[in-house]
């Protein structure tokens, strides 16, 4: 089974950058897409972006010109790096790893971080 931890969230002012880091654990070998979410105060949890293992990547269209997600398989982590932050960026962020699993209907499992807080002062 996978575990993922997410490090780097803080707090920053308008403008500033922070890069979030991602570290898998366990079967990793069963690891395929991974991405980040965010959970806004009230809000439903939505889409960051996603990597797949080979470095194809995808983007929300409201961070797309101003994260970046990457991978580095030899070290089981993922990035965010998040540049011209907006207060809209705060958020909890969450690390999201598709775990390869033959037996269930969707022949994945999604597995979940515990989330970093990023806060954007304006």
Known sequence: QV??????????QTGGSLRLSCVA????????AMGWY??????AREF???ITRG????????????FTISRDNAKNTM??????LKPEDT????????EVAP?????YVEVWGQGTLVTVSS
């Open 91 to 98: 958020a909890v962020y969450y690390c999201n790893a598709d």
């Open 38 to 43: 965010r959970q806004a105060p009230g809000k």
């Open 79 to 84: 990035y965010l790096q998040m540049n011209s």
């Open 48 to 50: 960051v972006a996603a």
């Open 103 to 107: 037996s269930t209907p969707a022949g």
């Open 55 to 66: 470095g194809s990547s995808k983007a929300a269209d409201s961070v797309k010109d101003r």
């Open 25 to 32: 654990s366990g079967s990793i070998f069963g690891i395929n």
């Open 3 to 12: 575990q993922l931890v997410e490090s780097g969230g803080g707090w920053v």
